[in-house]
């Protein structure tokens, strides 16, 4: 199985003020596709927090990170520039696929400023906050996520 994590980014969910929506319904997609996953972690907003949670889930081993929330203009919406501190190759594609699908719904996805990229064997995939954005992203991400991984292992196209 292909280990998989969640990163819930909220200063509300953190301090245990509002509880954590959107990262369990990326959790239980991911355990649904077969990846092996555990339940989210939360931690505040901002970009020191978001990279320092990224690197330690990259150092443990994981291959396939999504982070919710802090993608939009808040002033504490810092999670693309944590990712873009440890990414080293950015998926612009992913991000504007994301971007793109979510125009259905809400002319608001627009807004999000959500980064996907690789690291090392890693992907990463930034999603906004509701958990509504979490589950109509999350069958983008899936529907990549298995090639990308492969390539970075360094397997031929399937």
Known sequence: M????VLTVSDRSAAGVRPDSAGPVAVLALREAGYACADATVVPDGADAVERA???LRDSGIRLIITSGGTGVAPR???PEG???VIERQLPGIAEELRRAGL???PASMLTRGLAG???DTL????????KAVAEGMPVVLSVA???????DGEDHR
């Open 2 to 5: 292909i280990s998989a994590a």
């Open 104 to 106: 259905a719904a809400t």
């Open 77 to 79: 919406d810092e999670t």
């Open 83 to 85: 990712t873009a501190r």
């Open 146 to 152: 298995g090639h990308v991984l492969s390539q970075l």
């Open 54 to 56: 990224l690197r330690t």
């Open 118 to 120: 690789v690291v090392g």
């Open 124 to 131: 990463i995939v930034n999603l906004p906050g509701s958990p």
